[in-house]
């Protein structure tokens, strides 16, 4: 694919990695995983390595692990 064809204002795909992402394919924006949203390269902070999804903000993030990790909901009785 040469710069010419790609689409480079629609769905970008990513690897997901520790504190930073690879671009797979070009694009300018992702897909939160939760809410459907478009979120802009340059606005996007949060993510999952290990589910390999996008957020569009901290507290979907978080909602996002508690429902994939419910043991997390529990607090320790010591």
Known sequence: M???????????????L??????LEPGSYVICAV???KIELDD???WSVARQEA??????S????LEANPEL???SKS
Do not use: P
């Open 73 to 75: 909901r529990q607090r």
């Open 18 to 23: 520790d504190g930073d992402y690879q671009v």
């Open 55 to 60: 957020y569009v903000n901290g507290l979907i």
């Open 62 to 65: 978080y909602q996002r692990e």
């Open 44 to 46: 996007l902070r949060y």
């Open 2 to 16: 040469n710069m010419f064809s790609s689409n480079r204002n629609g769905e970008a795909k990513l690897r997901y």
């Open 35 to 37: 809410t459907g949203e």
